[in-house]
């Protein structure tokens, strides 16, 4: 069974950056769609960027000029460089497709941002 394995996160003041990386057990993302999602406390997990099996990428305005999302097929890695981090930005990060069916979610990783 593919799986999805989240880490980088951690705890930063606010302005600070963190670089996250998800790796999955097989290529099963090299010609797919991948996205990096975000679930905070009482919140539905959203979607914050995503990027295309040609590298074409896409934010959600909370994030955009903030966060940028890249791959590395030969890595089976998607990346998440997060800079100029808000306290709104405190939540567990997690990667999977973008489009159903979705791979099982990882355990994603915390990203806490203190003000």
């Known amino acids: 069974q593919v799986q999805l394995v989240e880490s980088g996160g951690g705890l930063v003041q606010t302005g600070g950056s963190l670089r996250l990386s998800c790796v999955t057990s097989?290529?099963?993302?090299?010609?797919?769609?991948m996205g990096w999602y975000r679930q905070a406390p009482g919140n539905q997990r959203e979607l914050v960027a995503h990027?295309?099996?040609?590298?074409?990428?896409n934010y959600a305005d909370s994030v955009k000029g903030r966060f940028t999302i890249s791959r590395d097929d030969a890595k089976n890695t998607v990346y998440l460089q997060m800079n100029n981090l808000k306290p709104e930005d405190t939540a567990v990060y997690y990667c999977?497709?973008?489009?159903?069916?979705?791979?099982?979610w990882g355990q994603g990783t915390q990203v806490t941002v203190s003000s």
């Open positions: 999977n497709l973008v489009v159903l069916p979705r791979l099982p």
């Open positions: 097989g290529n099963i993302f090299r010609l797919k769609r």
């Open positions: 990027i295309s099996s040609d590298g074409i990428t």
